[in-house]
C-alpha cells in the first residue's frame, strides 16, 4: 500500500475547496471540516458564529508519487483569493480565512518559501497575500452532511456560483494532473 501524506487547508468554504481537490489524481480523500480553533469537537452552527475561533479546512489524503505539496499549494492559490482577510465570495467572517496549517517542518518551510516567491513576482494586483500560517493543532471533521457536497449537490445553487468555477478552474489550469 502507498504511503500517503496529508495537507490542511482553508480557502473560504469547504465545500468550494473540497470539489476543487477532488479533481487531481493522486488524491486519495478530501475530508471537510476545523481547525485554528480553541473549542474541542466545535459544531457548524458553532464555528458559523465565529467565536470558537475555527476555519472552514479541507484535509486532503494524498500520494506523494504523484502529486507534491507544493503541487497542492499551487491548486490552492489558484482557487480561492489569498488577499482577502476572512471572506472569500459572499462568504464573511474568520471561518472563511485564508490559511495553511502545516503538518511538519517540512510543510512549513515549502508553504514559506512558496508565498514569499508569490509576493516577490506581485502574484496578486489586489494586494498582499493574508494567508495564515501555523501549525495544525487539532483537525475536527465537520458534519457528514458536509462531506461530498458538492458531489451529493450538484444543482445547488451556491455550488453552481462558487464551487463549480473553482472546479473549472483546476481542470483548465491543471488538466495533466487532474484525474481521468
Given at each position: 500500500?502507498t504511503?500517503?501524506?496529508?495537507?490542511?487547508?482553508?480557502?473560504?468554504?469547504?465545500?468550494?475547496?473540497?470539489?476543487?481537490?477532488?479533481?487531481l489524481?493522486?488524491v486519495?480523500?478530501?475530508?471537510?471540516?476545523?481547525?485554528?480553533?480553541?473549542?474541542?469537537?466545535?459544531?457548524?452552527?458553532?464555528?458559523?458564529?465565529?467565536?470558537?475561533?475555527?476555519?472552514?479546512?479541507?484535509?486532503?489524503e494524498y500520494?506523494?508519487?504523484?502529486?507534491?505539496?507544493?503541487?497542492?499549494?499551487?491548486?490552492?492559490f489558484?482557487?480561492?483569493?489569498?488577499?482577502?482577510?476572512?471572506?472569500?465570495?459572499?462568504d464573511?467572517?474568520?471561518?472563511?480565512r485564508?490559511?495553511?496549517?502545516?503538518?511538519?517542518?517540512?510543510?512549513?518551510?515549502?508553504?514559506?518559501?512558496?508565498?514569499?516567491?508569490?509576493?516577490?513576482?506581485?502574484?496578486?494586483?489586489e494586494?498582499?497575500?493574508?494567508?495564515?500560517?501555523?501549525?495544525?493543532e487539532?483537525?475536527?471533521?465537520?458534519?457528514?452532511?458536509?462531506q461530498?457536497?458538492?458531489?451529493?449537490?450538484?444543482n445547488?445553487?451556491?455550488?453552481?456560483?462558487?464551487?463549480?468555477?473553482?472546479?473549472?478552474?483546476?481542470?483548465?489550469?491543471?488538466?495533466?494532473?487532474?484525474?481521468?
Amino acid at each position: 500500500m502507498t504511503e500517503t501524506e496529508r495537507a490542511t487547508l482553508a480557502g473560504g468554504c469547504f465545500w468550494c475547496t473540497e470539489a476543487a481537490f477532488k479533481e487531481l489524481d493522486g488524491v486519495v480523500e478530501v475530508t471537510s471540516g476545523y481547525a485554528g480553533g480553541h473549542v474541542e469537537d466545535p459544531t457548524y452552527e458553532a464555528v458559523c458564529t465565529g467565536e470558537t475561533g475555527h476555519a472552514e479546512v479541507v484535509q486532503v489524503e494524498y500520494d506523494p508519487a504523484k502529486l507534491s505539496y507544493e503541487d497542492l499549494l499551487q491548486v490552492f492559490f489558484t482557487v480561492h483569493d489569498p488577499t482577502q482577510l476572512n471572506r472569500q465570495g459572499p462568504d464573511v467572517g474568520t471561518q472563511y480565512r485564508s490559511a495553511v496549517f502545516y503538518h511538519d517542518d517540512d510543510q512549513k518551510e515549502t508553504v514559506e518559501r512558496f508565498v514569499a516567491e508569490l509576493e516577490a513576482e506581485g502574484a496578486y494586483d489586489e494586494g498582499d497575500i493574508v494567508t495564515e500560517i501555523e501549525p495544525l493543532e487539532a483537525f475536527y471533521e465537520a458534519e457528514e452532511y458536509h462531506q461530498d457536497y458538492y458531489e451529493k449537490n450538484p444543482n445547488d445553487q451556491y455550488c453552481s456560483i462558487q464551487a463549480e468555477p473553482k472546479v473549472k478552474k483546476v481542470r483548465e489550469k491543471f488538466g495533466e494532473k487532474v484525474a481521468q
